[in-house]
């Protein structure tokens, strides 16, 4: 492991996240001359899964460190989030973009469908299966995380427990915009083989994300609705709205982990 280059974190900022000490950032070479990063929170007293988190929009969350302590943008749902998955028993691993996705926009669609994806994230969950072995892995994703969550679980298959999609990007984005992709509007959900779980909310107004494409999926899959929350600060399409779960973070999250945990959990949440 002498090759992992890895930043370890002692600081406490439980006033801010309710996260206790012992985060890292990890960075682990995988292609040739691409490196891959991410975030680890504290673990849990009492560890009962990992969730490895994608974040949306092209997935970079600058991740560094400053001064001996992480930074990145902690805006996106899942990202500010951890400390919900924390408190619940499980530890949440945040991907970064890769060092080759780093400049400009970040992630595209296409790669996030990609063979090279594959390959870095499958160099994450190895690390993570040495750390924590025979702890279930789940991939979570929102909005353009959702490509990563649903193409890597297709291509991971019984090496993953199941893949969470949550605030799912149904629709192609046209080439007129400057973020363009086909999103999952060409995926066929049926080749993920792993438990799948779906999470939107009712009034999601980002077009992308449209909450009737995940209702009429819910014939087939688990589907978590959230109702109501706090008052939209940010655009349809960003994370502090209906479509980011704005105000209804910890009652998402946690229905979330009961599915995950094999509990009963509730399809709706108001």
Not at 55 to 77: C, D, H, V, Y
Not at 228 to 248: I, Y
């Amino acid at each position: 492991m002498g090759y992992v280059i890895r930043i370890a974190v002692a600081y406490w900022i439980a006033c801010c996240t309710g996260v206790a000490a012992g985060q890292e950032i990890v960075t682990l070479p995988t292609r040739a001359g691409v490196t891959q990063s991410y975030f680890l929170t504290s673990a849990p007293k009492q560890l009962q899964a990992i969730a490895v988190l994608f974040p949306g929009s092209g997935g970079t969350i600058q991740l560094r460190s400053e001064g001996g302590q992480p930074k990145f943008a902690g805006g996106n749902f899942l990202v500010r989030s951890r400390a919900e998955f924390v408190k619940r028993g499980v530890i949440a691993a945040i991907v970064d973009a890769p060092s080759d996705q780093q400049g400009g926009w970040g992630m595209s669609d296409e790669f996030r469908l990609s063979g090279d994806h594959f390959t870095d994230i499958s160099v994450v969950v190895a690390d993570l299966n040495k750390r924590f072995p025979g702890v279930a892995v789940f991939l979570i994703g929102t909005s353009r995380g959702t490509i990563s969550a649903a193409a890597l679980g297709a291509r991971f298959g019984a090496r993953i427990a199941g893949a969470v999609l949550t605030a799912s990007m149904f629709r192609e984005v046209g080439r007129n915009s400057n973020e363009p992709g086909p999103g999952l509007s060409r995926f066929d959900f049926a080749t993920i083989p792993i438990p799948v779980l779906f999470a939107h909310h009712v009034s999601d107004q980002c077009r992308f994300t449209p909450y009737g494409d995940a209702a009429r999926l819910s014939e087939k899959y688990p589907l978590i609705t959230v109702w109501g929350g706090s008052p939209p600060e940010s655009t349809a399409c960003e994370a502090r709205s209906q479509h980011g779960f704005f105000g209804k973070e910890s009652e998402t999250v946690e229905q979330i982990v009961n599915w995950m945990r094999k509990k009963p959990f509730l399809y709706e949440v108001k």
